[in-house]
């Protein structure tokens, strides 16, 4: 129990680390990642306000029908180029990445090279 509560405040500051960091640098909406071992969740946040300007998930109709598994690399391209299409249609085209407590590696790094092959500047 002690060693999954001192896991779990890590993940918290690793989180904590980047959000602030991407905060405190732009003006730009941030891209945030979510990746759980079902499904990847995307969303485009608006930090002044505190809304969120844009979702996209692998539990949304538009990529449900379209892939098998959300929790793999496939369903994470389609999420980064489905929030590229929603950006742009939204008037967006500029972001700052958000990767969250999560390493660069895998569906994070799909996502965010999906989305920037659809148009989205990080």
């Known amino acids: 129990m002690r060693k999954q509560k001192i896991v779990n405040k890590q993940r918290w500051r690793r989180g904590n680390r980047v959000r602030n960091h991407l ?3 732009s003006e730009r909406p941030r891209l945030s990642v979510f990746r759980s071992s079902s499904h990847v ?3 485009l946040i608006d930090d ?5 300007l844009v979702s996209v998930s692998t539990r949304d109709k538009d990529i ?8 793999n690399c496939e369903a994470a391209k389609l999420v980064g180029t ?4 929603r950006a ?7 972001v700052k990445f958000d990767r969250g407590r999560y390493k660069y590696h895998g569906r994070v790094a799909e996502l ?3 989305a920037r092959e ?3 500047e990080f």
């Open 23 to 25: 905060q405190a640098i």
């Open 41 to 43: 969740y995307c969303q």
């Open 48 to 52: 002044n306000e505190g809304k969120t």
């Open 64 to 71: 449900r029908d379209k892939v098998k598994h959300g929790g």
């Open 82 to 85: 489905l929030i590229a299409e």
């Open 88 to 94: 742009k249609a939204a008037g967006i085209t500029q």
């Open 112 to 114: 965010a090279t999906a």
């Open 118 to 120: 659809a148009g989205l």
